[in-house]
């Protein structure tokens, strides 16, 4: 297995490293925390034209084809801010959705316009009891002649805010096969609420009485769970290469801090207590990576890929909380001001942890993965 960087890969890398430090950098970041709604004017623009919003996709439905490890060192470079916005949320996890689920004329009228960025996508998963199985997802919706008919409420969903469509898996008519449906987020009954507390663009979406037309039934209706998982499972390291990348920032942060800050004459990072902080980060940071990158070559080679996929998300989710903890600890009252930036990655971190599973739920898939329960 290499894992070292090939010259596509250097050349993404050096990009969005550029930009991280030009376009994103650490005002401009706190300027999009406290003002949500500018991210799809001030940044997103920017993340289309360079390409990045069609990366996941394939030539032939106006993307770059590139690989899963190519898209994930992009998203490691934008984790080191951390960079917010629906990249995630619509031009990967949005795009493999339809890439699986879709009819192949619907990937062809929807996709390109997904791989531009015209359109923005954000998948409205969870309910109530902000689980991830398919009991757990019991919103329902009835026929009514030529369309259906939409009630209910999904939380917790990412990017919502941002998104002109959303993709919602539903029950219709009380079976228990799941179809997906697409959903115009300006539609007639459609609300979208921003949550409040430490959290970055998560959203309480609200459906009532909405009319989806059957043309944007995503796929055959009642089939829709099976390909949703095959696309999560290579959504996932991607999400978990952009928490690799909040893990580096928060290293790198740590280690600086520990260089300048004196004490009782000398630098902090002299201190034992400080450098075990520090070797902390330094082992939730490889573990997350290494897990990370397992997963995406095996993905990226055809292999069976779903046991390593369950443990890199939940080292990852874990290792970016951690790190951040770890980080506070090393800085102590500097590290809650706003301004020096550390925040935004805790903040991140927390957001993060659960979206697409968090660690208890992919342990509990793993066991399954492995045939252990």
């Known amino acids: 297995m290499d894992l070292s960087l090939d010259d596509t890969q250097q050349l993404i890398q050096e990009s969005a490293r550029d930009f991280v430090r030009n376009a994103c950098n650490r005002d401009a970041l706190l300027k999009l925390d406290r003002n949500p709604a500018e991210t799809m004017t001030m940044l997103w623009p920017k993340l289309a034209e360079l390409g990045w919003s069609g990366m996941a996709i394939p030539e032939q439905y106006g993307g770059t084809g590139n690989s899963l490890t190519d898209v994930a060192v992009l998203f490691e470079e934008l984790g080191t801010g951390p960079v917010p916005g629906p990249l995630f949320s619509s031009a990967v996890l949005g795009a493999h959705i339809l890439l ?10 929807w996709l390109p316009a997904v791989a531009s960025g015209e359109k923005v996508l954000a998948l409205a998963l969870t309910e109530a009891q902000y689980g991830w199985s398919p009991e757990q997802v019991r919103m329902a919706a009835r026929q009514d002649g030529s369309s259906l008919t939409v009630s209910g409420t999904k939380v917790m969903v990412h990017d919502a805010l941002h998104a002109t469509d959303l993709l919602v898996p539903v029950r219709v008519d009380g079976g228990s096969a799941h179809s997906l449906l697409r959903v115009d987020a300006k539609a007639k009954g459609v609300s979208i609420r921003a949550l409040d507390g430490f959290l970055t663009a998560v959203c309480e979406v609200v459906f009532d009485n909405v009319r989806v037309s059957k043309d944007d039934i995503v796929g055959e209706p009642g089939t829709a769970w099976a390909p949703m998982q095959r ?26 801090y520990s260089r300048e800050r004196s004490q009782f004459g000398q ?14 980060i330094v082992n939730y940071l490889d573990s997350a990576r290494w897990t990370t990158y397992e997963a995406l070559y095996k993905l990226d080679s055809g292999l069976d890929a779903a046991s390593s996929v369950h443990v890199a998300k939940s080292v990852a989710s874990e290792s970016y909380m951690r790190a951040c903890d770890f980080a506070h600890e090393v800085h102590a009252g500097i590290g809650v001001v706003r301004e020096y930036g550390l925040t935004l990655h805790t903040k991140m971190s927390r957001t993060l942890y659960h979206c697409l599973g968090g660690p208890k739920a992919h342990r509990r898939q793993l066991e399954r993965a492995l045939k252990l329960c």
């Open 100 to 109: 699986e689920a879709a009819t192949d004329a619907q990937k062809q009228a």
């Open 231 to 256: 696309a999560l499972l290579r959504a996932v390291p991607v999400l978990c290469a952009y928490k690799v990348g909040g893990c580096r920032a928060v290293f790198d942060m740590s280690v600086e």
């Open 267 to 280: 630098a902090i990072g002299r201190f034992q207590r400080v450098q075990d902080h520090v070797i902390h």
